[in-house]
């Protein structure tokens, strides 16, 4: 019964460690964050609001102090006001009328080839890795796959006003413009024009997906990351400069090879990307817009690559509890045995 007692107390302590020391940890390193939410109209005002009730508690506990909460309690007000005017805006566009035609006309007009390239549409960047990171501190995303990743409102969102979208306000202003500007149109109906835009983008990427049968991971992690994080573990390297980089964003992103196993759990990843701000307030990390099945892709990649070894080593974990529970039983049972003899 001794050994009994002591394996009793052995399982207690290691279920406390699990299931109570652990988690506890884990929620002073990562704080709880809402789930992702791809209605990014509704989760920038859901957040909006949260980070107002944040700066009106902080306001009611050092109002005394002097009227430093007071204006960030009032900026906190006029940014969840800039969203959803910002958001009604866009919810206003009858994606479902968008014209490819018209939009390919729309893109070239408004410039877009300036920065970016169309390899499926048979229109590569007008300029390399080298002269984009010198000029912008990073390279612009080819968009052949850009329909298809990226959610549709998300798409027009980051075309109509980019740093709302993305939420990089807080790093860009009219002193410090965004590399990318907005777009006012090019003399039509504004709203007529993202969807066109839009419309195009999908087409693009529709043809893009019959002709390379789907998205790869490689292509969507080059698409979605690659402009600004490595991932060692499958040999693909930022494509932008790192210098560049760096003063771009105040310091080179990490490496994402092992970002599955550090960064992964309450679903921490999908958070990140659906929305940096929520996880990292003040970061320089944009937001990356992904839709849900591409979010889901993105991280099956980094698992994959990251830690390719999981299904294996759980595998192990479980034969190895029930090998030594069985140890177990035939040892007690053995032990009996032998003292009963003895007796």
């Given at each position: 019964?001794?050994?009994?007692?002591?394996?009793?107390?052995?399982?207690?302590?290691?279920?406390?460690?699990?299931?109570?020391?652990?988690?506890?940890?884990?929620?002073?390193?990562?704080?709880?964050?809402?789930e992702?939410?791809?209605?990014?109209s509704?989760?920038?005002?859901?957040?909006?609001?949260?980070?107002?009730?944040?700066?009106?508690?902080?306001?009611?506990?050092?109002?005394?102090?002097g009227?430093?909460?007071?204006?960030?309690?009032?900026?906190?007000?006029?940014s969840?006001?800039?969203?959803?005017?910002?958001?009604?805006?866009i919810?206003?566009i009858?994606?479902?009328?968008?014209?490819?035609?018209?939009?390919?006309?729309?893109?070239?007009a408004?410039?877009?080839?300036?920065?970016?390239g169309?390899?499926?549409?048979?229109?590569?960047a007008t300029?390399?890795?080298?002269?984009?990171?010198?000029?912008?501190?990073?390279?612009?995303?080819?968009?052949?796959?850009?329909?298809?990743?990226?959610?549709?409102?998300?798409?027009?969102?980051?075309?109509?006003?980019?740093?709302?979208?993305?939420?990089?306000?807080?790093?860009?202003?009219?002193?410090?413009?965004?590399?990318?500007?907005?777009?006012?149109?090019?003399?039509?109906?504004?709203?007529?024009?993202?969807?066109?835009?839009?419309?195009?983008?999908?087409?693009?990427?529709?043809?893009?997906?019959?002709?390379?049968?789907?998205?790869?991971?490689?292509?969507?992690?080059?698409?979605?990351?690659?402009?600004?994080?490595?991932n060692?573990?499958?040999?693909?390297?930022?494509?932008?400069?790192?210098?560049?980089?760096?003063?771009?964003?105040?310091?080179?992103?990490?490496?994402?090879?092992?970002?599955?196993?550090?960064?992964?759990?309450?679903?921490?990843?999908?958070?990140l990307?659906?929305?940096?701000?929520?996880?990292?307030?003040?970061?320089?990390?944009?937001?990356?817009?992904?839709?849900?099945?591409?979010?889901?892709?993105?991280?099956?990649?980094?698992e994959?690559?990251?830690?390719?070894?999981?299904?294996?080593?759980?595998?192990?974990?479980?034969?190895?509890?029930?090998?030594?529970?069985?140890?177990?039983?035939?040892?007690?049972?053995?032990?009996?045995?032998?003292?009963?003899?003895?007796?």
């Amino acid at each position: 019964m001794k050994e009994l007692k002591i394996f009793a107390i052995v399982v207690f302590l290691s279920g406390v460690l699990y299931w109570g020391i652990e988690p506890y940890a884990h929620s002073k390193l990562h704080v709880h964050t809402s789930e992702a939410d791809f209605d990014y109209s509704k989760a920038d005002e859901a957040q909006a609001n949260h980070v107002i009730q944040a700066k009106k508690a902080a306001l009611a506990a050092i109002e005394a102090t002097g009227d430093k909460a007071k204006i960030e309690a009032a900026k906190a007000e006029a940014s969840l006001n800039e969203y959803v005017t910002f958001w009604n805006e866009i919810k206003a566009i009858d994606f479902t009328k968008g014209d490819a035609k018209r939009g390919a006309e729309t893109f070239l007009a408004a410039g877009c080839t300036g920065c970016h390239g169309i390899e499926a549409a048979d229109m590569p960047a007008t300029m390399d890795a080298a002269t984009t990171s010198a000029s912008f501190g990073v390279v612009p995303p080819d968009l052949s796959t850009s329909g298809s990743i990226y959610d549709e409102k998300f798409l027009a969102a980051v075309i109509k006003n980019p740093t709302l979208a993305v939420k990089l306000s807080h790093k860009f202003n009219d002193e410090k413009p965004f590399p990318m500007l907005p777009f006012f149109g090019t003399g039509g109906d504004i709203n007529v024009e993202l969807a066109d835009i839009v419309a195009y983008l999908k087409s693009v990427s529709e043809q893009y997906k019959k002709d390379n049968n789907g998205i790869s991971d490689a292509k969507l992690f080059e698409d979605a990351c690659q402009r600004c994080h490595d991932n060692k573990y499958d040999n693909k390297y930022t494509l932008t400069n790192r210098i560049d980089l760096a003063a771009y964003m105040g310091s080179n992103p990490p490496d994402l090879s092992m970002m599955i196993r550090a960064k992964n759990s309450d679903n921490y990843l999908e958070k990140l990307i659906n929305d940096p701000q929520k996880v990292l307030a003040g970061t320089s990390m944009p937001r990356v817009g992904l839709n849900k099945e591409s979010t889901d892709q993105l991280i099956n990649y980094l698992e994959k690559t990251g830690d390719s070894k999981k299904a294996q080593r759980e595998s192990v974990g479980y034969g190895s509890m029930i090998y030594f529970l069985i140890f177990g039983i035939f040892a007690w049972l053995w032990k009996r045995k032998v003292w009963s003899e003895l007796h």
